[in-house]
């Protein structure tokens, strides 16, 4: 069994025979200011540990991962070979509990277990077995926590060196990071890159190489004078860094006994042909992909430590993403275009990217069901509907309106009386004409009996004008009375407000529209126009009855554009195929006429490319 650095003194003192317990602790105070490692140094503080507690006292110290452990022994005092079970059961119990646990109060076998904490976290337990009795518990606990001190600064220390390291390798991946910044060219960075991390490491050669269908190819050299005349060179240094990059790992030539396996060959010809102490080669990476390798050699006799191991990764780390940016823009415009595609369709066909091609699919779905989808076109216009005959009643002489019967909505009969204006003046323009005609009948009978005949074709000429006035007066007075020209319905006018009021003649009375016959006005939008024509069909929807489709067909097309709401419009003319009970002339709706089946992609984005090509040629030069 090998021996720890305090079974060496325990060891020596029991072969001595002659050295008291003077001797022992001054050894292992020299050992513990001595101290190499963690480990040597938790051993010899145990033991120390156990001898400040009394000559027969056994010790047994676990240690693990701060607060997630397993917790596991590092050190046991005396070292006899086994685990004191008791021990561990106490220190156990002590992890669990985060305070101190004692077992066998007051017995030959008293164990008690104290748990290590810096800065509140815990790193282990260490568990005594004191078999005097005169030693109180609590005194006990009181050197165990006072030891537990020494622990806190192995701690520290080894905090203080791994912060001190990773400052290192920041700075040193800052400052390399910094010279490849200072250059915007690919090629410059490389270069720079390789010969930096040269000087600053400590290497005989640098090299990167990035990968170009699946090979690792060499950009850039550090000292490379006669780079072109060394092609072997060239060639094992790319073989070696495919190695790295095929396993994806961290390649150290020679390899340190506690690295994990690697597949070194490359690396073992690489140093022997360059006569090479020891290789490192470290994958780089951006975005996720390898993209190359940093390659450093040293000459025989000089390896690379663990930290400089650590420092070359922290390097590689950072420059990955800002070369693989810098090769990317040095790239000419058709590469990038070819790459970006390559890269798209990659993700689109390799694994990974769910979304994307979950994405793609559905494009590809709507794409083929709007080349194959169809469906009916229709225009839909505002609509008016209109009787098919509509007559206008004028007051047919000036006057007074002297009664009204019926106004706009009035359903009414052939013949029907609508209004009456007033007839007093005619009527007694008619007794004057009357009584005139009577005397001048008389007179030309007196002219005939006395025989003058000049005088009789005078008076009878007058009696014919007379007959003449009358019968036109007569006509007036039948034409006072407004009558409905057929049955229908009054489209307009309402002369319950004008009774009494004077009239002009001409004025517009009455709007009178059959009930059988009806016509419908469309207003046909000026983008939609070029694809209306005669004896199309369509639908009507009227807002007072939305339920009930009227079915028409167009009549004709008015050449001429009116405006009007903001808009262009033309004026189209149906025909309703059957009339409707409860239809009237004044309704308004929505008219869909019938084009033809078309695309439904068509249908649903021809008037937004219409728009967009005017747009652009209105603007474009």
Same mark, same amino acid.
């Given at each position: 069994m090998t021996q720890t650095p305090a079974d060496q003194p325990q060891e020596e003192f029991r072969q001595?025979?002659?050295?008291?317990?003077?001797?022992?602790?001054?050894?292992?105070?020299?050992?513990?200011?001595?101290?190499d490692s963690a480990q040597s140094y938790l051993a010899v503080w145990l033991a120390l540990q156990c001898r400040q507690l009394?000559?027969?006292?056994?010790?047994?110290?676990?240690?693990?991962?701060?607060?997630?452990?397993?917790?596991?022994?590092?050190?046991?005092?005396?070292?006899t070979g086994s685990e004191n079970p008791d021990m561990l059961d106490a220190a156990q119990q002590a992890v669990k509990q985060r305070r101190g646990v004692v077992l066998a109060e007051g017995s030959s076998e008293r164990i008690l277990a104290q748990p290590l904490t810096v800065q509140g976290r815990l790193y282990g337990v260490v568990a005594v077995q004191v078999a005097d009795q005169s030693l109180q518990t609590i005194d006990l606990f009181r050197r165990l926590q006072w030891g537990a001190g020494w622990i806190e600064v192995l701690t520290l220390r080894e905090q203080g060196e791994l912060d001190a390291e990773l400052r290192e390798r920041s700075a040193t991946a800052f400052d390399t990071l910094a010279t490849l910044l200072e250059h915007s060219r690919f090629d410059e960075a490389c270069n720079a890159l390789v010969g930096d991390l040269a000087s600053r490491l400590d290497c005989d050669t640098v090299s990167v190489g990035f990968v170009r269908h699946r090979r690792c190819r060499v950009k850039a050299l550090s000292l490379s004078a006669g780079f072109g005349k060394r092609m072997s060179l060239v060639r094992d240094i790319g073989v070696a860094?495919?190695?790295?990059?095929?396993?994806?790992?961290?390649?150290?030539?020679?390899?340190?006994e506690e690295w994990e396996y690697r597949v070194t060959r490359a690396h073992e010809e690489l140093a022997?042909?360059?006569?090479a102490g020891a290789v490192l080669t470290l994958p780089l990476q951006a975005h996720g992909d390898?993209?190359?390798?940093?390659?450093?050699?040293?000459?025989?006799?000089?390896?690379?430590?663990?930290?400089?191991?650590?420092?070359c990764d922290a390097v590689a780390a950072v420059v990955g993403p800002i070369l693989d940016d810098r090769r990317a823009n040095d790239r000419a415009l058709p590469?990038?275009?070819?790459?970006?595609?390559?890269?798209?369709?990659?993700r689109l066909l390799g694994p990974g990217y769910f979304g994307r091609k979950l994405a793609t699919l559905v494009v590809v779905a709507l794409v083929l069901f709007f080349s194959v989808a169809k469906d009916d076109y229709s225009v839909s216009a505002p609509a008016l509907v209109q009787g098919t005959v509509q007559r206008t009643l004028v007051a047919p002489f000036g006057g007074y309106l002297a009664a009204q019967?019926?106004?706009?909505?009035?359903?009414?009969?052939?013949?029907?009386?609508?209004?009456?204006?007033?007839?007093? !003046?005619?009527?007694?323009?008619?007794?004057?004409?009357?009584?005139?005609?009577?005397?001048?009948?008389?007179?030309?009978?007196?002219a005939l009996a006395e025989r003058n005949r000049a005088e009789s074709n005078i008076i009878r000429a007058q009696i014919e004008q007379a007959r003449a006035q009358l019968a036109l007066v007569e006509e007036q007075l039948a034409r006072t009375r407004i009558l409905a020209p057929f049955d229908g319905v009054v489209v307009s006018g309402d002369l319950t407000q004008s009774v009494g009021a004077s009239l002009e003649r001409g004025e517009e009375l009455f709007q009178v529209a059959p009930l059988d016959s009806y016509r419908v006005v469309l207003e046909v939008d000026e983008r939609d126009v070029q694809n209306i024509a005669p004896d199309q069909r369509g639908i009507l929807r009227v807002s007072a009855m939305p339920e009930t489709e009227l079915p028409y067909?167009? !009549?004709?097309?008015?050449?001429?554009?009116?405006?009007?709401?903001?808009?262009?419009?033309?004026?189209?003319?149906?025909l309703l195929d059957a009339g409707n009970s409860d239809l009237r002339p004044g309704m308004e709706g929505v008219a869909r006429t019938d084009i033809d089946r078309r695309l439904l992609i068509r249908i649903w984005g021809e008037k937004t490319l219409n728009w967009i090509r005017l747009a652009l040629w209105r603007w474009l030069p």
């Open positions: 001595s025979g002659r050295a008291g317990y003077g001797m022992l602790d001054q050894a292992l105070w020299s050992r513990f200011r001595d101290a009394g000559a027969e006292v056994s010790g047994a110290l676990l240690m693990g991962e701060p607060e997630i452990g397993p917790f596991s022994p590092v050190a046991i005092w005396p070292d860094m495919d190695e790295a990059i095929d396993q994806n790992a961290v390649i150290l030539y020679p390899a340190p022997e042909s360059r006569k390898l993209i190359g390798a940093l390659t450093f050699e040293r000459s025989r006799g000089e390896n690379f430590t663990p930290g400089e191991v650590e420092v590469v990038k275009i070819y790459l970006s595609i390559v890269t798209q369709l990659k019967y019926a106004r706009a909505g009035d359903l009414v009969e052939n013949g029907q009386v609508l209004a009456v204006l007033d007839d007093r !003046e005619l009527t007694l323009e008619r007794l004057r004409l009357i009584t005139a005609e009577r005397q001048s009948q008389a007179e030309y009978d007196r067909s167009i !009549e004709r097309v008015t050449p001429m554009a009116t405006q009007g709401e903001g808009r262009n419009f033309f004026r189209v003319e149906a």
